[in-house]
Every structure is written in C-alpha cells, then in structure tokens.
C-alpha cells in the first residue's frame, strides 16, 4: 500500500474515489448529489485549497483524506476530514495510513495538534483513531446535517 499527496491535475482520482466513497457509505455530512454535479473547476479548486491523500494498493485506490484549518480553531492545528477506507480494505492498516500522513502534512505546516470529529456509534472509525494515537476531548456536538446525531471531537498531540 502506498499514500500519496494528490497534485490539481489529479483531480479525477479525487472525484472517483470521493464520490465511491459517498456512494458506498451514505455519510451525514456530505452530499452525493451535490458532488456529483461538480465541474472539474471545483475538483480541482479542492486540491488547490487544501491537501488530499489517497492510500494506493495494487493500483486501486482504497482510501482517501484531507487535511484542513478548521474555521474558528487556533492556527496550530489542523483537521482530518473526509476520511475513507474501502470496505474491502478495512482492518488492514489503511486508515492509520492516511493518518499518518495526516500527521505528517500537519507537522510540516507548523500544526502540534490533528484533529478529527467521530460519530458516535462509529466503532470501526473509533478503533482506526485509537490505532493511530487520538483521543477523545470530551468536546460533542449534534451533528450539522442530522441534529438527531451526535459527534465527539478526537486530539492527537504531535511532535514530542
């Protein structure tokens, strides 16, 4: 398995795999049908403005992450969204991976702290935090787009 930084030219792979990872696993906070309609201007607008990663294995791409300033958070940290692993893939390290990745990507931007929101319930996202060094901050909130749905914020310190 392999991670890597996406480049604005590959702004495909980014639609692929994003709108694979809408379709398979329904998730509350983002909408299929509005990111199907996106135009290659807005895959790409995207890339530009903050990093994605996807995890590579035998050349499919398995898994994906971004990593962003959140609005509103202080300025050295940094914030895991979009994180997606195939469903085949899963338990086989590929979540850590990206994390990893997060990780590294935050540090280079001067971050000392990667954050991520779980919702509850999410067993296997939870195990996937938990692997690659989070922790839960006790900070919850109901989710945006499904108020009858709760999220807790997860930490990871960085650096030593």
Partial sequence: MRVKRLGEDDWRQLRDIRLRSL???HPV???LEREQGFKESHWRMRLRGSPWF????NRRTVGLMSVIQEPGTPADERHVVGLWVAPEMRGKGVGESLLGAAADEALSDGAVRLTSWLLDGD??????LEAA???P???RMPVPRDRSLTEERWTRELGA
């Fill in 133 to 135: 060094g989070f922790t």
């Fill in 29 to 31: 906070l983002a909408s």
């Fill in 54 to 57: 996807v995890a590579t294995h």
């Fill in 23 to 25: 379709t398979e696993d």
């Fill in 123 to 128: 067993h296997p996202a939870q195990d996937v």
């Fill in 137 to 139: 901050s006790g900070v």
